[in-house]
């Protein structure tokens, strides 16, 4: 089992940074693909970066790109979430997540097949 427990939310301007911390405790967590999605209200959970087991490889969702890094610090079974030039549209909440099956490009920014959730940090960013 593993428990994922997010912080770092918080209220910022546009143009700002913010970064998120996953703190993942429990069985060999970095044989975990993990990632961070983000859901405003009414819509399904939209997956923002992931990052493979180990750490070799990164996606980012178009939205993002340029903008946002996923990294991870296996030492201290963290995966980060550095936001910066942040704009008024990535107010969301916050999802860390992890799945201990193969994924493969875009597939692996869908919420399905990701079999273990934080509870979410609220993340606004203000014009």
């Known amino acids: 089992l593993l428990e994922l427990v997010e912080s770092g939310g918080g209220s910022v301007q546009a143009g700002g940074s913010l970064r998120l911390s996953c703190v993942a405790s429990g069985y060999a967590y970095n044989t975990y693909y993990m990632g961070w999605f983000r859901q405003t209200p009414g819509q399904g959970r939209e997956g923002v970066a992931i990052?493979?087991?180990?750490?070799?490889?990164?996606r980012y969702a178009d939205s993002v790109k340029g903008r946002f890094t996923i990294s991870q610090d296996d030492a201290k079974e963290t995966v980060y979430l550095q936001m910066n030039q942040m704009a008024p549209e990535d107010t969301a909440m916050y999802y860390c997540a992890a799945r201990d099956t193969y994924c493969s490009g875009s597939d692996c920014l869908r919420e399905t097949g990701y079999n273990y959730w934080g509870q979410g940090t609220q993340v606004t960013v203000s014009s």
């Open positions: 990052i493979t087991s180990g750490g070799s490889a990164t």
